[in-house]
């Protein structure tokens, strides 16, 4: 009997791997002139990268990898007008609308009331408290954890907190690597939504076959699958 | 009967407002040329709070508030290095080690067993998993209640979310305005123990007078206070 479903929320609920996209391709046009755009992109991917430990994920440390970024490409040559402009791009995605997925609400309110309903996402508290305030969707939830990382370590405190047993949770989520397989292992159910574009970071070479784990196409496609599995 | 016990992190259990102090020292002395140290701070808080709204508590968004200051009272006339200096500010800061306040380790010693002891903060998560895993008092707690503000609101989420009533939640910290009036309004106990150092931002200028309002001079006076007040 699964009692808590968890959703991701970044290209689960709403868009957000593009407006990173978009961002990103700002940075690159704004340096072109010290290297070339895929260039400066690897070079951005790799600060933030190094950066994760320290930063985390969120707008914020990507905001920072980018003005290191610059000031390392550029050899520090940059104008300094440059450094507004990266702040200006990272301001810009803190104030982007949310544009929610489709069949998100439906899915929502068909689910609620019939189990726990949680936000489980690694993203920043306040972007994400924002993000869910603007969405409307606020009531379906019963709280945000948020987690800073999503590794098995965390979804067996996630779990732990909840106070229910690893197989009476349900994640579902758009990364495999993040969602969906740290869960199968702990003996919790996955759910795989893709969404058409994935970080780099979050994707995994392998294909995943699990007598827990279960793929749609589109969200509004796991409610039957839910209901199904819980008979 | 009090069933959870929370804490405050930064100038509760550990060391935290001297290390902005000397961070935003740093960054006075190193406007110097541009601006008498006394001014480039207030501009400083004055961006702080500014931008307390999209970047939230913690470092990332205080090193992007100093870049953003630094740019403006400078007229962007600074060397571009003040950049790479500003964020090696920022990043000493979060790489410092965590220095525990005397009394902490006893006092969780002594409560834990008897009351679900959480960790409530508004810093930002990764930086509070990280200062708690340093800290070695990880297993005194239950988890950690990332908040993204101390209001009123906020609490009434906490306690709901920790299934109590208010009346059996207190709260242990070092700032009136953050840590007491809120829980106190809300029905809940406050145990207020000073830290010598208080951001202008979590300062009130009344007293407070309530009669679930306690004041210890040192962390480990607040043991007996509890066994007293849950009788």
Chains 1, 2 share one sequence.
Request: proline fraction near 3%; charged fraction near 30%.
């Amino acid at each position: 009997m699964i009692k808590v479903i968890a959703f991701d929320a970044d290209d689960t609920l709403w868009v957000n791997e593009p407006f990173f996209r978009e961002a990103e391709e700002k940075f690159a046009e704004l340096l072109e002139d010290f290297m070339p755009q895929h260039s400066s992109l690897k070079e951005l991917y790799r600060t933030e990268i190094e950066n994760l430990y320290m930063y985390g994920y969120g707008i914020k440390g990507f905001m920072l990898s980018m003005i290191e970024t610059a000031m390392r490409i550029s050899d520090r040559k940059i104008p300094l007008i440059f450094i507004d402009k990266i702040i200006q791009i990272g301001r810009e995605m803190l104030e982007k609308p949310v544009e929610l997925l489709p069949g998100v609400e439906e899915v929502l309110k068909e689910l609620n009331g019939d189990y726990r309903i949680v936000l489980a996402t690694k993203g920043d508290l306040l972007d994400q408290e924002r993000k869910l305030k603007k969405s409307g969707l606020a009531d379906h939830f019963h709280h945000i954890e948020v987690m800073s990382e999503k590794k098995e370590a965390d979804f067996k405190k996630l779990i732990r907190h909840l106070d229910i047993a690893a197989d009476e949770f349900l994640m579902m989520g758009n990364s495999l690597k993040s969602d969906i397989l740290p869960v199968l292992n702990l003996g919790g159910f996955g759910i795989h939504i893709p969404f058409h574009i994935t970080w780099e970071h979050e994707t995994i070479e392998h294909e995943i076959i699990h007598e827990r784990f279960f793929h749609v196409n589109k969200i509004s496609d796991s409610v039957k699958l839910i209901r199904d599995l819980d008979q």
